[in-house]
């Protein structure tokens, strides 16, 4: 389906929200994999499911003239809960991301700052969230000022 943003037919696939929506769904599969088995179950499957909610409400918002708000704000509020138990799992450490390892010319481990060490992964899981929230969020507002062709 297409709809019109900012003047410009525009399809879902094109839509930075569910774009950033797919990423973080990505992310935290891969991350996964990064999770002791047990902990895949307790977090890793209720995480899908919860962005599959938010991807599902989002698609309904966008493809449905009526209601928009209302799938948007169920998108939002899925995403909240989505937010909030990865920054839970991040906190407890329960993803095991690698952590980064700079080498001198010689080979030898380098020491790096806990800031420094961050995986790469995290922090684009991390930039995917931030991504899909601040947009969803610009979107509702825009929503509600009606300044929006596709609202």
């Known amino acids: 389906m297409k709809n019109r943003s900012h003047g410009v037919l525009m399809s879902l696939e094109e839509s930075s929200i569910y774009i950033s929506l ?5 992310h935290v599969f891969n991350a996964q994999f990064n999770m002791e088995k ?5 977090y890793g499957t209720p995480l899908l499911k919860n962005i599959g909610k938010s991807l599902m409400y989002f698609t309904l918002a966008f493809e449905v003239q009526e209601d928009k708000m209302k799938y948007l704000l169920l ?16 906190t407890n ?17 380098v020491e790096l700052s806990p ?17 899909a929230d601040c947009d969803m969020c610009r979107w509702q ?8 062709i596709c609202g």
């Open 22 to 26: 797919k990423q973080v769904r990505q």
């Open 38 to 42: 047990g902990a895949r179950i307790i």
């Open 75 to 90: 998108a939002i509020g899925y995403f909240a809960i989505v937010r909030t138990d990865l920054d839970f799992c991040v």
């Open 93 to 109: 450490n329960i993803f095991h991301f690698p952590k980064r390892v700079k080498k001198d010319k010689d080979g030898k481990p």
């Open 115 to 131: 800031e420094e060490q961050v995986s790469s992964e995290e922090i684009a899981l991390f930039a995917a969230v931030a991504k």
């Open 141 to 148: 507002d825009k929503l509600a000022r009606g300044k929006t």
